[in-house]
């Protein structure tokens, strides 16, 4: 692959696993009433509608608009589909919450630690300050680009954020290696030119007209793609 001088990640589903906080976070809603079927259906549900709606309000917001109030206008929506009578604004800040505690994947910390040896590594996240400050704790970047502080998303018609990060380092996009689990971590940086690596730890389907120009079950195997192979 051509030389690459930054390595930028994604956070959540890339480095630290929400998706494991799944059983906290329906306890917390759905009290007596809770199982862990229900905690895995209702998260799957959730997969599948949330995306639509957080790309439907942020196309019509008058201005930039934080994730925790899309979060409290999915559940005013969402919640009552499934019988729950939950208030919504706390369950946006529960949501909160658990992207403040989930654990790092296992792969993690190994790669930020051996990849830090060769390249610059910066995070690049769709998320409020609140919910990636204790990660910040752990884990150093030289450089944050977060949503919340440019007032845009990955999926941003005029890609934004990609552009930021291009403009702070001054060197070529296909020098930059942009690792992420989702569409809008490869739409957006490939529309910019930055080398793109989907990182799809659950083995699906890959349905869109973009394409990756790498794809990995783990950070691991994107540190081999690096040429930085972990032992």
Known sequence: MSLIDVVSVDLFQTLIDVNSMRYYLWRKILGENYSEALANEYTKQWGRLFPDHFNNAVSK???????????????????????????????????????????????????????????????????????????????????????????????DPENRMFQAVISHYSIPPERIFHIGDMYSDIMGASKVGITTCWLNREGKNWNYSIKPDYEVESLLEAADILGKPIK
């Open 61 to 155: 917001a008058d201005g930039f608009l934080c994730l925790k109030p899309i979060f409290e206008r999915f559940n005013a929506e969402f919640l009552p589909q499934l019988g729950i009578n939950f208030n919504p604004e706390h369950a946006a800040q529960i949501h909160v919450e658990i992207h403040r505690m989930a654990p790092p994947y296992e792969d993690t910390e190994v790669f930020l630690e051996t990849m830090r040896e060769y390249f610059t590594i910066c995070l690049i996240t769709d998320s409020d300050n609140e919910m990636i400050l204790p990660h910040l704790d752990k884990y150093r970047f030289d450089q944050i680009f977060i949503s919340e502080r440019l007032k845009t998303y990955k999926s």
